[in-house]
């Protein structure tokens, strides 16, 4: 029988619950914690603290705290990114994040989903799905983007919006929910 850790994993159902979780949770709590509240004087301390709660950092890649995530491990911030303040990336799932993108002030990455049935939200199941984004995307301030979604290469997503479903690469989109307005 798999740990409901490796069911999260896999992306089946899972409860978030039992030691592995926990550990999780705690590890990135901590981290993020250290990440957040580090001093603007020591740079270094700040990115080896964002290197030890990510899954990958690349290079000359920039986050302003705070930053606020479930795990950390499955964010992969590709090279030259920028990462505003009050980022929110719930990564249940894997979250992929290209080169060169820029992303605004309060955007939230959601991965994770609830079921729609209330005996088995109430039961305190949970899903996921990833989200990847492009190289060389924007997401404006205040954008949200939900479990599943891919925004494709060259892309920008105007602020507020609500990314819902997969935008292709070359577009603006806005709105809630987003849909392509002009195309690059």
């Given at each position: 029988m798999?740990?409901?850790r490796?069911?999260?994993?896999?992306?089946?159902?899972?409860?978030a619950?039992?030691?592995?979780?926990m550990?999780?949770?705690?590890?990135?709590?901590r981290?993020?914690?250290r990440?957040?509240t580090?001093?603007a004087a020591d740079?270094e301390g700040?990115?080896a603290a964002?290197?030890?709660l990510?899954?990958?950092v690349?290079?000359?890649?920039?986050?302003?705290?705070?930053f606020?995530?479930?795990?950390g491990?499955?964010i992969?911030?590709?090279p030259?990114?920028?990462?505003?303040?009050n980022?929110?990336?719930?990564d249940v799932?894997?979250?992929t994040?290209?080169?060169?993108?820029?992303?605004?002030p309060?955007?939230q990455?959601l991965?994770?989903?609830?079921?729609?049935?209330?005996?088995?939200r109430?039961?305190?199941?949970?899903?996921?799905?990833?989200?990847?984004?492009?190289?060389n995307?924007?997401?404006?301030g205040g954008v949200i983007?939900?479990?599943?979604v891919?925004?494709g290469?060259n892309?920008?997503v105007?602020?507020?919006?609500?990314?819902t479903r997969d935008?292709p690469?070359n577009v603006v989109?806005v709105g809630?929910?987003a849909?392509?307005?002009r195309t690059?």
């Amino acid at each position: 029988m798999s740990s409901m850790r490796e069911r999260m994993l896999a992306g089946e159902a899972y409860i978030a619950e039992g030691p592995e979780i926990m550990a999780d949770l705690d590890r990135a709590a901590r981290l993020a914690e250290r990440f957040n509240t580090s001093s603007a004087a020591d740079p270094e301390g700040r990115l080896a603290a964002l290197r030890e709660l990510l899954g990958a950092v690349g290079e000359d890649t920039w986050v302003r705290p705070p930053f606020h995530c479930d795990y950390g491990y499955q964010i992969h911030l590709g090279p030259r990114c920028f990462v505003n303040f009050n980022a929110v990336f719930l990564d249940v799932a894997r979250i992929t994040i290209g080169a060169d993108v820029q992303i605004g002030p309060n955007v939230q990455l959601l991965t994770a989903t609830h079921p729609v049935e209330p005996e088995a939200r109430r039961a305190k199941w949970e899903g996921s799905a990833p989200i990847t984004i492009g190289d060389n995307v924007w997401l404006g301030g205040g954008v949200i983007v939900l479990a599943g979604v891919t925004i494709g290469a060259n892309t920008v997503v105007g602020a507020g919006a609500l990314v819902t479903r997969d935008l292709p690469p070359n577009v603006v989109a806005v709105g809630s929910p987003a849909a392509p307005v002009r195309t690059l």
